[in-house]
Each structure stands twice: as structure tokens, then as C-alpha cells.
């Protein structure tokens, strides 16, 4: 499975490299529109080749997608991490009554009363 994994890896950098080769024409990259840009004073604009538009693209997107799905995601964690506390409370309320009950030796409260009860008759 590791050799399909990294046979597919080269493949797509070989894939991306032949595409960056055939787009390597300089295109002008502008910030802001023609009127909004002279409205605002910002006018910001650079000559790249092609693939970085198209591969800065991509990049981007992912990021967004990146950044949407873990803000999507936060009320997963937030449970998740409430659950981690309730276990671990819950954890140390069993591992409280086990002691107590190793102290006690065995003797059982309600027993004690039983026998207690039984004795007096």
C-alpha cells in the first residue's frame, strides 16, 4: 500500500510539473477592480506566470477549506473534551470507593446492619 501511495505522489508532482512548464506565460495579477481601486488609493498589481495563479488557487481553497472544517468541527471537540473531564472525574470517583472499600476489609455497611438486625431478634 506505501508503494501505490508514493507511486501516486510522483505521478502527481510529475503531473504538476508538466503543467507548470506549459503555463509559465507572465500574466498581470490585479488586487482590486480598475474603480475601486483608483476610489480606494490601494492599487496593487504584479506580473507571475500562469501556474502560480492557478496553483496559488488551489492553495488557497484548501486553507479555506481547511480553516471552515475546523470551525465546523469545534462543537465536536468541545464535546469531546467535556466527555474526557466527566470520564475522568467519574474515574476518580470509582478509584475513591475501591479505596474505601479496601479500607473497610471487606465489611459491607448494609451487611454489618443485617446481621446487626438479625442479632437483636
Known amino acids: 500500500m506505501r508503494l501505490i501511495r508514493y507511486l501516486f505522489l510522483v505521478l502527481l508532482a510529475i503531473c504538476l510539473v508538466v503543467v507548470a512548464t506549459a503555463n509559465l506565460d507572465p500574466v ?3 488586487l482590486l477592480p480598475g474603480e475601486l481601486a483608483t476610489y480606494s488609493g490601494v492599487q496593487f498589481t504584479a ?3 500562469l501556474y502560480v495563479v492557478g496553483f496559488g488557487g488551489m492553495l488557497l481553497g484548501l ?3 481547511f480553516f ?4 465546523r468541527e469545534s462543537k465536536h471537540r468541545t464535546d469531546a473534551s467535556r466527555r474526557r473531564r466527566e ?5 476518580r470517583e470509582l ?5 474505601e ?18 442479632s437483636t431478634r
Open 28 to 30: 498581470s495579477v490585479t
Open 47 to 49: 506580473e507571475v506566470p
Open 63 to 65: 486553507l479555506i477549506g
Open 68 to 71: 471552515w472544517e475546523w470551525l
Open 87 to 91: 470520564a475522568a472525574r467519574m474515574q
Open 95 to 99: 478509584d475513591r470507593l475501591q479505596a
Open 101 to 118: 472499600k479496601r479500607r473497610n476489609d471487606g465489611h459491607d455497611d448494609v451487611l454489618a446492619l443485617i446481621e446487626k438486625g438479625s
